[in-house]
């Protein structure tokens, strides 16, 4: 397979889940706020924590008020995390693969990111905003049916399973991260505990996770349980350590997979042995960021080895020894 086409593929898998990952933490976000009590400040501004993004939105909005945040989050094609910005370069990775993948796969994503354009009156309206994301997280898991249901079980099928699983393990840390740091404490909602179960029901939910979690802990919802459960259950498809589970029986079907292999198999020991029930706050923030920094290491070993981008910085960085 030409480098430029894996390339392309994995990009084309993480873009459009990273659309529907956005989409749907930004329902639950909406939810939470209603569950909560008034008096406890919340907000919009988590969101951007996220993202990864807050110094680039820092420069273009003064604010984080619901209206400002939406606007980065949904419709601003500048930003870098945009469902706009996500599904366009989704669309275009796509149109450049179009004689790779099925047609009606193509069709649905061009059609998503069409349907995504025209409503963004609907989107940004509280009215018509859940209607607008529900729509494009259906669109998109029928996306990821439709591939996982008729591409060929080759090298193409695998670069889309690779970024699909990278990013959705990703996403799934920054949640954590971020949620577990903002949740409420007994002492700032009144010693109403009931309060921070919802929170961290939130974390779930923004995962899809909550019956899943239900079934896999039988118990109530508590952070040692969630937290365990979001970073190694081996059976739940958005916890960390089964996205890294399904890259290592990827990547094993790829020529001279050795080096990335390796990367991954580094990223399982570290969520495996981790003490998770153990951890407190900072300890937990830590843990994310070695976790972070073993996916990115995993990105840039697949770059290397497979994509075009990686061939030509090694090319550049060749010149400039000699």
């Avoid at 706020?33 to 406890?40: F, G, N, Q, V």
């Avoid at 029930?277 to 073993?294: G, N, P, V």
Wanted: charged content about 25%; overall charge positive.
């Amino acid at each position: 397979m030409l480098a430029r086409v894996a390339e392309t593929l994995y990009w084309m898998a993480r873009y459009l889940e990273r659309t529907e990952n956005l989409a749907r933490l930004i329902n639950v976000n909406a939810n939470l706020i209603l569950d909560i009590p008034k008096k406890t400040i919340l907000g919009w501004e988590p969101l951007i924590d996220i993202t990864g993004t807050r110094a680039n939105y820092e420069e273009r909005y003064n604010n984080f008020e619901e209206r400002s945040v939406m606007k980065y989050l949904i419709s601003d094609v500048e930003s870098p995390v945009s469902i706009a910005n996500s599904l366009k370069w989704a669309r275009e990775n796509a149109r450049t693969v179009r004689d790779v993948i099925p047609r009606e796969a193509w069709e649905q994503i061009n059609g998503l990111n069409h349907y995504a354009r025209d409503q963004l009156n609907v989107a940004m309206s509280k009215r018509g905003r859940f209607s607008y994301l529900n729509e494009i997280i259906l669109r998109s898991q029928t996306i990821v049916g439709q591939l996982s249901g008729t591409v060929n079980r080759d090298q193409g099928y695998v670069f889309i399973r690779l970024g699909r699983n990278i990013e959705r393990a990703d996403m799934t840390s920054r949640i954590i991260d971020v949620r577990s740091a903002s949740l409420l404490t007994e002492e700032n909602i009144g010693g109403l505990r009931p309060f921070e179960n919802i929170q961290w029901m939130s974390v779930l939910k923004s995962l899809t996770a909550y019956q899943m979690y239900r079934q896999a802990m039988q118990a109530r919802v508590r952070r040692s349980d969630v937290v365990k459960f979001l970073f190694q259950s081996q059976r739940f498809p958005r916890s960390i350590l089964f996205c890294v589970q399904q890259m290592e029986r990827s990547v094993q079907s790829l020529p001279d997979y050795e080096a990335i292999l390796r990367r991954i198999h580094q990223a399982k020991r570290l969520i495996q042995g981790a003490e998770l029930q153990a951890y407190d706050q900072t300890m937990l923030h830590e843990f994310i960021d070695q976790i972070q920094i073993e996916l990115g290491n995993i990105h840039e070993a697949l770059n290397n080895q497979y994509f075009l981008t990686g061939r030509i910085n090694s090319q550049e960085e060749k010149k400039q020894a000699s």
